[in-house]
């Protein structure tokens, strides 16, 4: 059963697709993004992008006040961003920094949501990358950001993380999502390896229902080929 | 032949010991820390301690005055620091974002400086941990922190990373070094199982010096037992 979810990022490409989704399926959802999307059921806005304790007050407290007393079934983390800059760019810095505030931020804050806000046996999603399971010379800051999603959900899978029992924490690493920003920037791509944020999207609400969840700890590969998309555990 | 050394986090429990040994070796030696390290011959103090990109113009700068138009044969970056905290921690993102700055702005603004000041042919070390390949559930920002340098270590390994030609890259992986401040953290440890800092200072001279290089990119595991350290490859 999935009744509640937290979109994390609900206002971006996939977290847009989930949103629209999770509404299909009656699921009550709060989108926590910088702007509204205005098919979830509520919104929370974060508008303090300077200082990383002083986003996650304003989050757990905005959270604490759509959810009125209710918890989650499920919270999709689906923030993220891309930015490139080997180690010679004069962006590698300021590119970094805004990986990490994008992906590492939002990541870690969903971690602690759980905590607070996710029933037991519930699920917690992370937006890691295959990229960031290999060296990325030419995004530095984006692979970091990304390697330390994929560690951050391994330590939450582990006992005495401090989530509720029985959650699954997982975590997605898709090679390229077919959004609209990837085929500006890619328009000579093969759009056929792209993995559709559909399938990603039906993906998470099939194990936000608690069908076919992987193993607790995981980081699934999404290997796209003439269209078709295989879930491969890393 | 080694000439000139930069260390990063020059002042720090490992930091002393490299510099202290590198002059031994009558190396020219800078020291990169919050505070000076008076063994050193020139001290790169950093002030600024709120922004990365801020903190990386300060150093480059820095760095580039103390040379004096020479480059360096090695830049060891032995910076970072250690801080706990599981998911559901108050301190989790205060201790994050900490583990972030010591560990992560460093290593970054280390690979530019190698960009600009290495000799070809040098050698760029990161301070990993052990900890950062597995999930670390009760320190969850030192084990983001240290992935994040791991894949960093990879990263600028590769082709096109942006630095000279023919470096040796890689990452030293302590599993606990043994510091003043681990024996006081934890006083009833076995200590002939932790590292000594002599020991991770004179494998960082020998790599310094052209000796035993170790793979470009590895990941290097330090395992102590009953005093005696291996160097294994992750």
């Known amino acids: 059963m999935c009744s509640r979810v937290l979109v994390y990022g609900g206002k971006g490409a ?7 989704l999770l509404k299909k399926n009656n699921v009550w959802v709060a989108s926590i993004d910088l ?4 098919a979830a059921d509520s919104n ?13 007050d304003e ?35 300021k590119n970094a920094d805004l990986m990490w505030k994008q992906s590492v931020w939002s990541s870690t804050i ?3 949501l759980a905590t607070k806000f996710l029933n037991s046996g519930g699920i917690l999603t992370f937006p890691g990358a295959f ?12 692979g970091m950001a990304k390697a ?27 090679i390229t999502l077919d959004t609209p920003m990837n085929r500006k920037g890619m328009p000579d791509a093969d759009f056929s390896s792209w993995t559709s944020l559909d399938f990603v999207a039906e993906l998470l609400l099939k ?25 491969v555990p890393v």
């Open 14 to 20: 996939l977290g847009s697709k989930c949103v629209e």
């Open 59 to 93: 989050v757990v407290t905005k959270v604490e006040s759509a959810l009125n007393g209710n918890n989650v079934d499920a919270i999709l983390c689906v923030a993220g961003g891309w930015a490139g800059g080997n180690a010679k760019s004069k962006n590698l810095v």
């Open 148 to 174: 330390a999603v994929h560690q951050l959900c391994k330590s939450v899978a582990s006992p005495s993380s401090g989530i509720p029992e029985n959650t699954t924490v997982v975590s997605v690493l898709p």
């Open 131 to 142: 990229a960031g399971t290999e060296g990325t010379p030419g995004m530095i800051g984006y």
């Open 110 to 112: 969903a971690a602690h």
């Open 207 to 231: 194990w936000a229902k608690g069908s076919d969840r992987p193993e607790n700890g995981s980081l699934l590969k999404l290997v796209t080929e003439k269209g078709n998309t295989k879930v």
């Open 44 to 56: 929370v806005l974060i508008t303090n992008l300077t200082s990383w304790t002083d986003q996650q």
């Open 35 to 38: 702007v509204a999307n205005d």
